[in-house]
């Protein structure tokens, strides 16, 4: 028996495949596992186990929120829908539920490793996108927190130039960063009263 090749890491992934039982099922099982995956096949309701799934397959004809135990568009994992019908309802709500690929009914062998591919590189690169808007989010945060500090010293000092370079002084003193420093003077302002004039 010749060794199977891996192919692009796919080799030992595990996918769940959400779908009614049905006669052509069994071809796109098989293809999954020439291709090296470990499947589960399941329906109604997604196993505990779909939680650490490397991906998840799924029926958009019959399928619906609360199969699964996250918020759409949040899976932890690449999710590729499995699109029989293509009533704009349906393939909202498989937009919705974060689709990173497309399989077309009726199931069949062809297109299986081009979407697993596709689904992972979405995936992939929606998570670092949500993570780059994440840090963005944090970096305005701490920049608005630094001007509130900036506006409660600059009360004591009357320069908004010199409140900046207490702050600056100050992250010296207490050996942390700018941000963490402004973090500090405003939670001592909203806990003891200081300077609440200037909020």
């Not at 030992?12 to 020439?34: K, N």
């Not at 199931?107 to 993570?131: D, H, I, Y």
């Not at 500090?149 to 004591?156: D, E, F, G, Y």
């Amino acid at each position: 028996m010749k060794k199977q090749i891996d192919i692009a890491g796919l080799e030992g992934a595990r996918a769940i495949v959400l779908h009614p039982e049905h006669d052509r099922l069994p071809v796109m099982l098989r293809q999954l596992r020439a291709i090296g995956l470990e499947v589960e096949s399941a329906w109604p309701t997604l196993p505990a186990s779909a939680i650490t799934a490397d991906f998840t397959l799924y029926d958009t004809d019959a399928g619906h929120d609360e199969q699964f135990p996250w918020p759409a568009g949040h899976a932890p994992m690449p999710m590729i829908a499995l699109v029989g019908s293509e009533a704009p309802g349906r393939i909202e709500w498989a937009s919705r539920t974060g689709a990173d690929a497309l399989l077309v009914k009726p199931l069949v062998a062809s297109g299986v490793f081009a979407s697993l591919l596709m689904a992972r590189q979405s995936f992939e690169r929606r998570k670092a996108l949500l993570a780059e808007v994440e840090a963005l989010r944090e970096r305005l945060s701490a920049r608005q927190t630094i001007v509130r500090a900036v506006s409660l010293l600059a009360k004591k000092t009357g320069s908004e130039a010199t409140a900046y370079d207490d702050l600056r002084q100050l992250a010296m003193a207490w050996q942390m960063t700018m941000e963490d420093a402004a973090v500090q003077i405003v939670q001592h302002n909203e806990t003891t009263g200081a300077y609440r004039d200037c909020s």
